[in-house]
């Protein structure tokens, strides 16, 4: 079966300009994730949808990133303005789904974003 | 809510050495504990995980890892390492009925000939 899709794999902007980034989940995933990586350091969530509705967007900073999943499948993330701390790592994975994080998450290579 | 703490940064070992992944992890509540390996410029993979049962899980690639409810412990473990083994490894944790996955900040594995 198809991985997760990302795109792009890389890109450089300089800071106060936006970015997307895009995600398709393996087909028949309800839950879809939005991971950041900064340099040595695991990943942290940024927002978690269930089909596509948002479980928990608690640590997404809601003042220049956003993102949407339309219609339950793929998703999209934004960034805007973006800042040098945002340099990192977007993750994008998908689970199956259902009542709390038991089963396997398949992650994505990942977009690598380098804020100039 | 939960946290992970992974005790070293970076692991160097020789080839077809043993080693050991320490993970420790803080939860109020009973927990789910997975271990995923990064390759480089790839994404994460699922190596193993505990959900219940036998503490003793065995994994890809021939790792295994105990889960110890009293130290809150989740170590992994190979017996004999070999230089594809060179990745990143991150220890993650779930609180039962939660629906985040809480990742540590990895380990570093380095195998020398």
Do not use: M
Request: aromatic share 12%.
């Amino acid at each position: 079966e198809a991985g997760v899709a990302q795109s792009p794999r890389y890109k450089i902007i300089e800071k106060r300009q936006s970015v997307a980034f895009w995600c398709n989940p393996i087909s028949g995933h309800a839950t879809l994730y939005w991971y950041q990586q900064i340099l040595g350091q695991g990943p942290k969530l940024l927002i978690q949808f269930q089909n596509n509705g948002v479980v928990d967007d608690s640590q997404l900073p809601k003042d220049r990133f956003s993102a949407e999943r339309l219609k339950g499948v793929d998703s999209t993330l934004k960034i805007q303005p973006a800042k040098l701390e945002d340099s990192a790592v977007y993750l994008c994975a998908s689970s199956l789904g259902g009542e709390g994080v038991t089963g396997e998450l398949f992650f994505g290579e990942g977009s690598r974003l380098t804020v100039l | 809510a939960q946290s992970v703490t992974q005790l070293d940064s970076q692991v160097p070992v020789f080839e077809e050495a043993p080693v050991e992944l320490r993970c420790n992890y803080s939860s109020s509540v009973s927990v789910y504990l997975f271990w995923y390996v990064q390759y480089p410029n790839q994404g994460l993979q699922l190596l193993l995980k505990y959900l219940s049962g036998s503490t003793l899980v065995k994994g890809i690639n021939g790792f295994e890892a105990e889960f110890n409810k009293s130290q809150t412990s989740f170590h992994l473990r190979k017996p004999s390492v070999h230089i594809s083994d060179t990745a990143e490894y991150f220890c993650a944790v779930s609180g039962y009925g939660a629906q985040k996955l809480v990742f540590g900040q990895g380990t570093r594995l380095t195998i020398n000939p």
